[in-house]
């Protein structure tokens, strides 16, 4: 049996077995909200524990455990004409075409941010500020990177070390290469490098960040806001039917990477929703998208497809 074969047997497996365990797979778009803000690679666990503020949590399951997948599950061949999408991942560009949207805000190319190899929440939660402000009848879908690597905060940095490593950042932006060997937490957390421990500890980190601009949009936002995940993350967990340790988020069904926080911020008034087409999309190119998921940890593959890096 091919290995492709194998893992379409292992995922039908796996999603008949959530689906026994009474799995609530969530639908996105079709979810009754105003404003959406996806927390990148947020385990619900995690969540809860470091979340403090108002709202409802309880735990759903993500129909796919990487972004691409959450991408094409979610939204691929919908016409989301009332939905304004402020992102700061990438692969919102691959996966997905722009005029399915009313308008679209790519900040991982307008906002990136050099130091830090990512774009940071505070630039997440002012452009998301402007896009409230400018479409008061539409949707509002907020992504932000974080709690995904890089480590953004001051303990990650100087214990673990921005993703990428800042030498094959400086010699990717200087000499355009993206053929050199890129080294991230995860896989030194596989080589028993980097403890477990330290790994969830800066990740924590990234999540409370991420939150403090979670926090201030709440303020800021009217109507009816949903804060969740696109998938979980692992730390070494083993999922079946793999023998080693898994990290970060493989292309698998495993339960850390399906299960997300779904935080319910109710209002007493809602937003006033139409529809509308297109009103052009902020354009950038696919060389632009492949430079920035280098620096989150993914590698080129064929057919605009991508894995992290190992």
């Not at 988020?249 to 319910?264: D, G, R």
């Amino acid at each position: 049996m091919t290995h492709k074969a194998k893992k379409a047997l292992s995922d039908a497996y796996a999603n008949l077995y959530w689906r026994s365990k009474g799995a609530n797979f969530v639908s996105v778009y079709e979810e009754d909200w105003d404003n959406l803000i996806i927390l990148d690679a947020c385990r619900y666990d995690i969540f809860e524990e470091e979340y403090l503020g108002p709202g409802q949590l309880q735990m759903k399951y993500s129909k796919a455990p990487y972004s691409p997948a959450f991408f094409q599950k979610n939204f691929a061949e919908k016409k989301c004409h009332d939905l304004v999408s402020v992102t700061a991942n990438p692969h919102h560009r691959l996966q997905l075409d722009d005029t399915q949207f009313h308008s679209v805000y790519h900040l991982w190319k307008t906002h990136w941010n050099d130091e830090i190899k990512n774009v940071h929440p505070e630039a997440v939660k002012q452009v998301s500020t402007t896009a409230n402000a400018s479409h008061p009848q539409k949707r509002l879908m907020i992504h932000f990177m974080q709690p995904h690597a890089p480590f953004i905060g001051p303990w990650g940095q100087e214990n673990i070390g921005i993703h990428v490593g800042n030498e094959h950042c400086r010699q990717d932006a200087m000499h355009g290469s993206y053929d050199v060997e890129i080294t991230d937490p995860y896989s030194l957390a596989a080589q028993g490098e980097v403890k477990r421990s330290e790994l969830e500890h800066a990740y924590r980190e990234n999540l409370n960040i991420a939150l403090e601009s979670v926090r201030e949009l709440l303020s800021l936002l009217d109507g009816r806001t949903v804060v969740t995940a696109d998938h979980g993350e692992l730390f070494g967990e083993r999922a079946w039917p793999y023998v080693s340790k898994q990290y970060q988020h493989p292309p698998i069904l495993a339960e850390k990477l399906l299960q997300i926080p779904w935080l319910v911020i109710p209002s007493e008034t809602r937003r006033n929703i139409t529809t509308e087409e297109s009103d052009g999309a902020r354009d950038e190119t696919d060389v632009h998208v492949e430079q920035r998921l280098k620096h989150l940890g993914y590698t080129w593959h064929t057919q605009h497809r991508f894995r992290h890096c190992r």
